[in-house]
């Protein structure tokens, strides 16, 4: 947190810049980090309420309901999986910072993350949007999304750092992220609730790092139910650890670096 501080001013305007660039020389520019959840959410609905005539279970027959139910789950999995996909990458495709003995490599992860966290807060707003046309003013329990959100981001962020550190070793740790990034699309309660699976299948749901969080996103923006202390303090905790063991790994293989690369 110490090093965050400190380099707040180069990680901002890294992530700014980055935010920016990706939509640079668009005609819609940063329109487009809007309509892309606006277009995603209309295609999701359509194929899995109208074509599949699929319906949440223990909810209603509200195809909306629906819409927003699945929307919840990928808000939470889209900043993951942005985050996780390029971490891979971070060191690999910066090379002038790793021959810099001054730049802090470590903020690449956290530039990484707060633009994804940009991403996910438009699309939360794409989110809030669609609920207060649809169904009025949300729980006052939606206030708590950002605690249920703070774990994701320690444990996505300490993941990062070891990923990132691991693939200027191992050039081959890209390919299999993306491979379990897909497989934890589907593995995670994002098109279904944990209560259709098999009763022996569901610990193994449960031992899944986003579960937690998907399943308490919903409640607090959709249910209108306040999460569970103990669970949450649990999630807090290990994600506090994943994230300092992430943070010690990278500073202790990144002298290494500009050997490798």
């Known amino acids: 947190m110490r090093g965050m501080l400190e380099n707040w001013g180069l990680i901002y305007a890294l992530a700014s810049r980055e935010v920016v660039g990706r939509y640079k020389g668009s005609i819609l520019g940063l329109a487009w980090s809007?309509?892309?959840?606006?277009?995603?959410?209309?295609i999701y609905t359509f194929v899995f309420s109208v074509v599949f005539k699929a319906r949440w279970q223990g909810g209603s027959e509200s195809?909306?309901?629906?819409?927003?139910?699945?929307?919840t789950?990928?808000?939470?999995?889209?900043?993951?999986?942005?985050?996780?996909?390029?971490?891979?990458?971070?060191?690999?495709?910066?090379?002038?910072?790793?021959?810099?003995?001054?730049?802090?490599?470590?903020t690449?992860?956290?530039?990484?993350?707060?633009?994804?966290?940009?991403?996910?807060?438009?699309?939360?707003?794409?989110?809030?949007?669609?609920?207060?046309?649809?169904f009025g003013v949300p729980s006052w329990t939606a206030l708590?999304?950002?605690?249920?959100?703070?774990?994701?981001?320690?444990?996505?962020?300490?993941?990062?750092?070891v990923l990132a550190s691991l693939s200027v070793?191992?050039?081959?740790?890209?390919?299999?992220?993306?491979v379990v990034v897909t497989m934890l699309m589907f593995l995670s309660p994002i098109f279904y609730p944990i209560d259709a699976l098999p009763e022996w299948f569901r610990p193994y749901m449960n031992a899944n790092p986003l579960t937690?969080?998907?399943?308490?996103?919903?409640?607090?923006?959709?249910?209108?139910?306040?999460p569970d202390l103990a669970g949450w303090m649990v999630a807090f905790a290990l994600s506090a650890l994943?994230?300092?063991?992430?943070?010690?790994?990278?500073?202790?293989?990144?002298?290494?670096?500009?050997?490798?690369?």
């Open 34 to 42: 809007f309509f892309s959840p606006v277009l995603m959410l209309a």
């Open 63 to 71: 195809k909306a309901e629906f819409a927003l139910v699945l929307f």
């Open 73 to 106: 789950g990928l808000l939470f999995f889209n900043f993951f999986s942005e985050c996780i996909n390029r971490a891979p990458v971070l060191v690999l495709g910066n090379v002038n910072y790793v021959k810099k003995v001054v730049f802090p490599l470590e």
């Open 108 to 134: 690449l992860a956290v530039v990484s993350m707060l633009s994804a966290l940009f991403h996910l807060l438009v699309s939360l707003l794409v989110w809030l949007l669609f609920y207060l046309i649809v």
């Open 144 to 161: 708590l999304f950002p605690l249920v959100l703070l774990p994701l981001i320690m444990f996505t962020l300490g993941l990062s750092w």
């Open 169 to 178: 070793y191992l050039r081959d740790v890209g390919q299999v992220v993306g």
């Open 212 to 226: 937690w969080v998907i399943e308490s996103g919903r409640d607090v923006l959709i249910w209108g139910q306040v």
């Open 242 to 261: 994943i994230m300092w063991f992430g943070h010690i790994w990278f500073n202790a293989t990144k002298s290494g670096f500009a050997d490798v690369i």
